[in-house]
């Protein structure tokens, strides 16, 4: 495990620095995401609040992230033109050194649709099985539009692994015939293609379940039953 993804909100705002005094020195040895526009009052896009929060991340992490998302943006887009200033400057921490990279990280891709903004390193949309295709195309439309240079995925269990949905049917049907495989793993493995992302973020804090992802990333998807699926979805849609 080389890469840590967070957020300047998760552990009530706490969040940096508890993992750099967990980490210690090791932390540098990571390469760290982290993502900024919550507060404790809410949610903002205030450009001169999400530099204050970039320059609080690096201070309470000891060192500048790898990268730093604007956070979940859809819950301040009433006012459509806030967006666009607030990915710029994101964009101008990048280039103050503040960190070496930004992105835009949201849950629900839609209200984002129409808006024009600086064009993001990486983009971080919902991924897997239990993504509606409406959710689905917004993110590979965001991606066409906007051109970041990888796009992410995260929560391909939409929320966990415990829940009944992966007790009823079995996604091994999504990978090419292999090893055989458990079901988390086939449902972890196919997030890479519910929409095509180059790396997916999970949360774990069993050793065992990490291992089990990591293996399952040597598998291959089956693209055509994918495709299938997807066919399925909007058809359903449309019903």
Known sequence: MTHLDTASNYLRHRSHEILKTTAGDL?????????????PEGHSLDPTRLRIAVEQAVKDLGHEPDLVFL?????????????????????????AGLCRSWGVSTWDPRPLMDSD????DVLM??????????????????A?????????????????TAQEVWERFDPGVFLRKAAPVTKIQA??????GLPRVDAV??????VGHLREL????????DEYVVHEYRQLLKARQLA
């Open 27 to 39: 932390l540098p040895r990571f390469s760290v995401s982290t993502k900024v526009g919550f507060f």
């Open 71 to 95: 956070h979940n943006p859809e819950h301040s887009t009433s006012d459509t033109g806030r967006l666009g200033p607030a990915c710029a400057a994101l964009a101008d921490t990048a280039r």
């Open 144 to 160: 066409t539009r906007w051109r970041p240079s990888q796009v992410w995925g995260m929560s391909p269990f939409g929320g966990n």
């Open 201 to 206: 973020a999970v949360g774990t804090d069993n």
């Open 125 to 142: 949309v919902r991924a897997g099985l239990l993504v509606g295709v409406d959710v689905l195309e917004a993110a590979e439309a965001l």
């Open 187 to 192: 449902a972890f493995r196919s997030a890479y």
């Open 214 to 221: 990591t293996e399952a990333v040597a598998y291959e998807v």
């Open 117 to 120: 903004v600086p064009c993001p």
